[in-house]
């Protein structure tokens, strides 16, 4: 059974265009993570959810939009696709915060063209 | 801004050697975390130890602490062709009261058969 599942896998889209990311988890944690991994492997938190409440929004542009619907999921929603938005984004979930690991998911590679 | 920054950056061995990975970081933790990520994988929790810990162990893996020096090392012993990964510490802050991990710059590991 696949703990953090991410959909889809692989994205190839067009500057301008909206597109979205889904994430679910079934580890039962409160806690969920959108992070960016760019050409150079560095991995930066994004967002953060607790309970589908926004806890870190780490001065993302508002072209990003998470949604969680339950605290099993959360989505990511990206407008107005620009080239540099192109990276790999990982889901992510753990029981409250920091103190404990993060499970991670398969991440989700985005080439805007 | 980037909390820990590995070394060295990338690293090649032959199998059945040890591997050092040394991670340093800025600011005060509650715990430092080890994650492995395999070529176009999530990643994948590796060890905790908390701020009050000086070594722990796990299996094949040995991580220490040294909080005095903001510094932690990550040890592979006997390394194996499946060990080829990237390896990357994170530590945990806290971002108006809430928690959350910043990962370091990560460790390319290749395993020479």
């Known amino acids: 059974d696949t703990a953090v599942s991410q959909t889809p896998k692989y994205l190839v889209t067009q500057m301008g265009n909206d597109k979205s990311i889904k994430c679910e988890q079934n580890l039962g944690h409160d806690t969920m993570y959108w992070y960016k991994q760019d050409s150079k492997k560095f991995l930066k938190i994004m967002f953060s959810y607790n309970n589908k409440e926004l806890i870190i929004n780490e001065t993302v542009p508002n072209r990003f939009s998470p949604k969680s619907p339950d605290k099993a999921h959360l989505n990511l929603h990206i407008n107005s696709l620009e080239l540099g938005d192109s990276a790999v984004y990982f889901c992510a979930s753990s029981q409250e915060g920091g103190f404990y690991e993060q499970y991670f998911g398969p991440g989700t590679r985005l080439t805007v063209t | 801004s980037q909390q820990g920054e590995e070394d060295p950056q990338a690293l090649s061995i032959q199998e059945g050697e040890n591997a050092t990975m040394n991670c340093s970081y800025k600011t005060s933790i509650n715990n430092l975390q080890w994650y492995r990520q395999n070529s176009g994988r999530g990643l994948v929790h590796l060890i905790l130890?908390?701020?009050?810990?000086r070594e722990k162990h796990s299996g094949r893996l040995r991580v220490t602490l040294d909080t005095s020096k903001k510094s932690s090392s990550l040890l592979i012993t006997a390394s194996r062709a499946a060990d080829t990964a990237s390896y990357f510490c994170?530590?945990?802050?806290?971002?108006?009261?809430?928690?959350?991990?910043?990962f370091g710059t990560g460790t390319r590991l290749t395993i020479i058969p």
């Open positions: 130890i908390r701020s009050n810990e």
């Open positions: 994170a530590t945990d802050s806290t971002n108006f009261g809430n928690e959350k991990l910043t």
